[in-house]
């Protein structure tokens, strides 16, 4: 599908608020705002979202046994955007049946509008028309490829869940530490680049998140590899994993602490 067929129920919106739809090499699409930088990987966005976040929570798995866990995991999610990362959070969970009771899920969005939009998807009947739809359907090619399936009833049924539970909590702008809501075992860091908003990638500010706001096990998985990040890890007792970045992007990274 080329760009002019993307007849998505929400372009309007989406064009009314500034925002550009691109469909990546995966066929799965991402959004642009005035010109600035794309929310993926042009090559794949539901593809990288698969490899720099299922993957963090794979790693998670790997470090705690849930089967014991009696506290609820709370994931953070910096940067809805089109929602690739709670989606793939919730496939997790569903996946390797564990209880969505323990899951708390953080997300931090400034534009809200974007919530907005989801929100609507999630208690629309219709199963295709929407720009969510085809996100859904990026991340089932992508698992596809990892000989995994999804189901989009279970999904939606148990994402609306989620939010009417208030185990899901859509939190807005991020500015200081103090904006985020919990304490995290999991972090996906995926707001803009320090191109577009160097606050959130200072020392100052990441050092603040990672001494105040995870948990002695954690995982803080995202697409940068930035100096101050691996000097972070080191201060705060963690393992820093420089990842190759998703199809040929510069580098990403694993930051992780076990103890
Ligand atoms: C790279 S995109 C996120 C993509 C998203 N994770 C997804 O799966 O579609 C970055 C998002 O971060 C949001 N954002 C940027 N700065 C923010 C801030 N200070 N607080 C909260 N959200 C912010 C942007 O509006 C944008 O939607």
Redesign the pocket.
């Given at each position: 599908m080329g760009f002019n067929e993307m007849n998505y129920r929400e372009i309007n919106l989406l064009t009314a608020h500034n925002y550009e739809v691109e469909l990546t090499g995966d066929r799965s699409p991402?959004?642009r705002?005035l010109q600035m930088?794309?929310?993926?990987n042009r090559r794949g966005?539901a593809a990288e979202?698969v490899y720099l976040?299922y993957e963090a929570m794979a790693r998670y798995k790997s470090l705690v046994n849930q089967e014991e866990r009696s506290e609820p995991l709370d994931v953070l999610?910096?940067?809805?955007?089109?929602?690739?990362?709670?989606?793939?959070t919730v496939i997790f969970f569903l996946k390797n049946n564990w209880d969505l009771n323990q899951l708390r899920l953080f997300s931090?969005?400034?534009?809200l509008f974007?919530y907005d939009i989801f929100n609507d998807w999630l208690v629309s009947g219709a199963d295709t028309g929407s720009i969510f739809d085809e996100?859904v359907l990026g991340i089932e090619r992508a698992m596809l490829a990892m000989g995994e399936g999804v189901s989009k009833v279970a999904l939606k049924e148990n994402m609306k869940w989620m939010l009417n539970s208030k185990r899901w909590v859509q939190?807005?702008?991020?500015?200081s530490i103090s904006?985020f809501a919990s304490i995290y075992d999991v972090v996906?860091y995926?707001?803009?680049?320090s191109k577009?908003?160097d606050?959130?990638w200072t020392e100052e500010f990441l050092g603040g998140l990672f001494s105040q706001r995870l948990k002695q096990n954690f995982v803080f998985s995202t697409?940068a590899c930035t100096g101050a990040l691996k000097r972070i890890a080191a201060a705060n007792s963690a393992q820093f994993v420089k990842r190759e970045g998703y199809s040929g992007k510069r580098n990403a990274s694993l930051v992780y602490r076990d103890r």
């Open positions: 991402t959004l705002i930088e794309s929310m993926h966005a979202a976040y999610s910096f940067g809805f955007g089109l929602g690739y990362n709670e989606i793939l931090q969005e400034k534009d974007l996100v939190g807005g702008s991020v500015s904006d996906f995926d707001a803009f680049s577009v908003d606050s959130l697409y």
